[in-house]
């Protein structure tokens, strides 16, 4: 009597690997001096470079401190619109359009993973801004920055 049940081999089962993407490379950069406004140079008068985590900090730094569509020179990705949120009508607001602003800023880089506990420090009209900026690869950095509004 014939079998009703058909018979065949079971295929191997492959598992896919999963892909993940390569993590961002930091390139090469100069290291930046912000207080005094220009390169840092060694004592035979040439610019030091910044390490790749080092720099990373420095654009986060920059971008937080470039207003948007100021400057013909950077693209329409790269900035804040700091005037813009320092008009909101209150404290309260003002600091939730700067937690968005940035944050917004910093995540169009790939290396950034995060941006995270924001602080607010206000005397008159100007507000120094803390927050932790989180890399994909590297440790988490508390950076600062003074705002005039």
């Not at 930091?26 to 001096?33: I, K, P, T």
């Not at 008009?87 to 309260?92: I, V």
């Not at 003002?94 to 506990?117: F, H, Q, S, Y």
Request: proline letters at 6%.
């Amino acid at each position: 009597m014939a079998n009703l049940y058909p018979v065949f081999e079971v295929p191997e089962i492959v598992e896919q690997q999963q892909q993940t993407e390569p993590a961002p490379k930091y390139g090469r950069s100069w290291l930046f001096d912000f207080e005094k406004g220009d390169f840092v140079v060694d004592g035979t008068g040439r610019v030091v470079e910044a390490d790749g985590h080092t720099a990373w900090v420095q654009w986060c730094v920059k971008t937080v401190l470039t207003e948007r569509f100021a400057h013909v020179i950077y693209s329409i990705d790269y900035g804040t619109e700091i005037k813009q949120a320092l008009k909101q009508p209150s404290r309260k607001a003002v600091e939730a359009e700067l937690e968005r602003v940035i944050t917004e800023a910093l995540l169009v880089d790939p290396r950034t993973e995060r941006v995270t506990d924001f602080a607010f420090e206000w005397d008159g009209d100007i507000v120094k801004v803390s927050f932790t900026t989180v890399p994909v690869v590297g440790p988490p950095e508390r950076l600062e920055v003074v705002l005039n509004g």
